[in-house]
């Protein structure tokens, strides 16, 4: 991120509408989506993205819009963030060329459970904190960022996160055993729509996109 001037874009849209965002040489390569949506954002956002950065110079996210929300005391803890239209994301400090999405965090009921659960679709191994108030998926060869955490949070979500994630089926996989493991189909794909718009068993919503597009 630059430190002074005026704020840029270093990675910008395409025409297609999506942010193309460096990964990792070691991960599969991903996309960042920007859609425009008719719904406000939620009170409070089930999902966020925890990005790494390689300093601590937050000038050219506050000209371009964002607000602090937690500035920690503690300068190995993560800044929390809001982009202009609400979205929550955080940052932590490590000495990398390239600022890189390291995790999404998803808050939930049954940490445990939803980790597993996702587990179980997309490979990897999970694991736990030992009161089960945190549980992650790590080592999903086709996971495009380096874990993928669920923390606990009792109250449910009051409206449909901004942030959701998109899943290619494998050859021979149909949405319906999705349907069959636990998920819900929201939209099912009709006529421009060739994706399905579903719902993990604790209602994040998800895209889950046939194998051959």
């Given amino acids: 991120m ?11 849209l395409s025409a297609e509408g999506f942010v193309e965002l460096p990964l990792s ?6 996309r960042l989506w920007v859609n425009t949506a008719a719904q406000l954002p939620a009170d409070q956002n089930r999902v966020r993205l925890d990005l790494v950065v390689p300093d601590w110079d937050l000038k050219p996210l506050l000209m371009l819009g964002a607000e602090v ?6 300068p190995d803890e ?26 999404v965090t998803v808050d939930c009921r049954e940490p445990r459970a939803l980790a597993a659960w996702w587990a179980d679709l997309i490979g990897g191994q999970t694991g736990s904190s030992r009161s089960g108030a945190r549980a992650w998926v790590g080592g999903a060869p086709s996971l495009p960022w380096e ?7 009792p109250e449910p979500g009051n409206g449909p996160n901004r942030w959701h994630w998109d899943v290619d089926l494998a050859p021979g996989i149909e949405p319906s055993a999705l349907v069959a493991a636990g998920a819900t189909v929201l939209r099912p794909a009709a006529g421009d729509q060739w994706w399905t718009i579903m719902a993990d068993p604790e209602g994040n919503v998800f895209c889950a996109f046939p194998p051959d597009r």
């Fill in 2 to 12: 630059a430190s002074s001037g005026r704020p840029r874009c270093a990675v910008p």
């Fill in 147 to 153: 874990s993928w955490w669920f923390e606990e949070e």
């Fill in 69 to 74: 929300l937690d500035d920690p005391s503690d």
């Fill in 78 to 103: 993560p800044w929390a963030l809001a982009d202009p239209e609400g979205n929550e994301f955080s940052l932590t400090v490590v000495r990398r060329r390239l600022t890189t999405i390291s995790t």
């Fill in 25 to 30: 040489a070691e991960l599969p390569p991903g």
